[in-house]
């Protein structure tokens, strides 16, 4: 079965710290891996979206991994803002259809 | 450049009612998918349309649910007698090309909550 699987579930950190999301999946078979922000009440922005030949991709100060290998995948954030403060979903693609499989996401909140 | 639009943004209705959630896709994109989200869960696909044709309804409810994407006019994504279970928010996504396999970016509306009482 084609699951996503985030950790924390959510998570709390002071204004200009750093932090790490984590994914893991298990979809197959695999196309891409996109890490998505969202905001309350909002619909989802796109942060990064991977292949399964690249290791590594940033976006200003979010940088996103993929270990294809382990089926795992990481979201950096450095020197968080209070604008960070949102929840952050991991979606992958199958390369077999349409559906985009969506994790339940970690929520982040920034506290000054 | 406007970007996905969703109305209303908000809409509540009484069980037995109907819902019907609208979808502008941003211009230029002929793909248009619903996904639903429950609070605290992840977005749940539900259909995905091309104008004129409903491609992929995999993630549909088999009954009360429809969506449609006319030639002309926004995607409508009707739900018929409403049941408590249906109170969720439903994002609208749309893009230039299919997004099957490929790294196609989905851009989203900012969804509409419908609660039923």
């Known amino acids: 079965k084609n699951q996503v699987e985030q950790s924390p579930q959510s998570l709390i950190i002071l204004e200009g710290k750093n932090c790490t999301l984590q994914?893991?999946?298990?979809?197959?078979?695999?196309?891409?891996l996109r890490w998505y922000k969202q905001d309350t009440g909002r619909g989802p922005v796109s942060l990064t979206i991977m292949t399964f030949s690249e290791n590594t991709k940033s976006n200003g100060r979010y940088t996103a991994t993929l270990d294809a290998d382990t089926k795992q995948s990481s979201l950096h954030i450095t020197a968080s803002q209070l604008s960070d403060s949102a929840s952050y979903i991991c979606?992958?693609?199958?390369?077999?259809?349409?559906?985009?499989?969506w994790g339940a996401g970690t929520k982040l909140i920034i506290k000054p | 450049n406007a970007g996905v639009m969703q109305n209303p943004r908000h809409l509540v209705r009484r069980r037995g009612q109907e819902a019907r959630l609208r979808c502008s896709p941003m211009?230029?994109?002929?793909?248009v998918y619903w996904y639903r989200q429950l609070p605290e869960e992840g977005l749940k696909f539900m259909v995905y349309?091309?104008?004129?044709?409903?491609?992929?309804e995999s993630g549909m409810p088999k009954e009360r649910f429809s969506a449609e994407f006319p030639k002309e006019g926004p995607s409508i994504l009707r739900i018929q007698q409403v049941v408590r279970g249906d109170s969720a928010a439903y994002f609208c996504?749309?893009?230039?090309?299919?997004?099957?396999?490929?790294?196609?970016?989905?851009?989203f509306g900012p969804g509409t909550r419908l609660t039923v009482l």
């Open positions: 979606v992958v693609s199958a390369d077999s259809n349409y559906q985009l499989i």
């Open positions: 349309l091309q104008k004129e044709n409903i491609i992929d």
């Open positions: 211009k230029g994109h002929s793909h």
């Open positions: 994914c893991n999946y298990t979809v197959s078979p695999f196309s891409n």
């Open positions: 996504a749309s893009s230039h090309v299919a997004q099957r396999g490929g790294q196609n970016e989905q851009f």
